[in-house]
Nanobody, 126 residues
Framework: QVQLVESGGGLVQAGGSLKLSCAASGRTFLNYAMGWFRQAPGKEREFVARISGSGIININYADSVKGRFTISRDNAKNTVYLQMNNLKPEDTAVYYC??????????????????WGQGTQVTVSS
């Protein structure tokens, strides 16, 4: 079992930046791809970004955040990050990190992920 703890959320004005962190423990971190998802009130959880585990790094982004968000990981610290720049009010949501435990589902599908953090709130004011 792995435990994930997100941090770094908060309130920011449109155009501002935040950096989210997700600290992992309890499992070999570097072997697993990590994803960020978000869920706004009344909406389904949606894919934001994914970074592969060890070996050649593959990174994927949702179109809505491409060019503004950057996902990265520090395997020595068992931590994955999400740098968010030029934030927009529509980025307001609870952000979750998760470990990808299945290749049966596409990486954009939340069912591909088996361990989730508690989430961190990001609020962007206009």
């Amino acid at each position: 079992q792995v435990q994930l703890v997100e941090s770094g959320g908060g309130l920011v004005q449109a155009g501002g930046s935040l950096k989210l962190s997700c600290a992992a423990s309890g499992r070999t971190f570097l072997n697993y791809a990590m994803g960020w998802f978000r869920q706004a009130p009344g909406k389904e959880r949606e894919f934001v970004a994914r970074i592969s585990g060890s070996g050649i790094i593959n990174i994927n982004y949702a179109d809505s955040v491409k060019g503004r968000f950057t996902i990265s990981r520090d395997n020595a610290k068992n931590t994955v990050y999400l740098q968010m720049n030029n934030l927009k009010p529509e980025d307001t949501a609870v952000y979750y990190c998760a470990t990808q435990g299945s290749s049966w589902y596409r990486y954009t599908d939340s069912r591909a992920y088996d361990n989730w953090g508690q989430g961190t709130q990001v609020t962007v004011s206009s």
